[in-house]
């Protein structure tokens, strides 16, 4: 079976930091390209970062710009999200998600997803 396993969140207060992995199992990510969601209640799901399976290309989303920082270890078979200046509105599960189809972070509604993880919470609360 195929996994990849959200790590990382937790209570943190604003302005504070958190670094989220994203570690995969059944399978190797140096292939894949990785997107970060993050999905707050009564929202839906919103692509926040992306990147490639050779780390060429990376994306954010206008929301996290300068904030969150995205990098891999293909020899750990682990994708980090590295966020900081976190804010209230950040609150949500986070989930991290894998294909093998979206080369160069394209994204979009069309993208062939070959797995999810099952997400970890991030509050940001005084």
């Known amino acids: 079976q195929v996994q990849l396993v959200e790590s990382g969140g937790g209570l943190v207060q604003p302005g504070g930091s958190l670094r989220l992995s994203c570690a995969a199992s059944g399978f190797t990510l140096d292939s894949h390209t990785i997107h970060w969601f993050r999905q707050a209640p009564g929202k839906g799901r919103e692509g926040i970062s992306c990147i490639s399976g050779n780390a060429m290309f990376t994306r954010y989303a206008h929301s996290v710009a300068g904030r969150f920082t995205i990098s891999r270890d293909n020899a750990k078979n682990t994708v980090y999200l590295q966020m900081s200046n976190l804010k209230p509105e950040d609150t949500a599960v986070y989930y991290c998600?894998?294909?093998?189809?979206?080369?160069?972070?394209?994204?979009?509604?069309?993208?062939?997803?070959?797995?999810w993880g099952q997400g970890t919470q991030v509050t940001v609360a005084s």
């Open positions: 998600a894998a294909s093998r189809q979206d080369l160069y972070c394209a994204g979009g509604n069309t993208t062939v997803w070959d797995s």
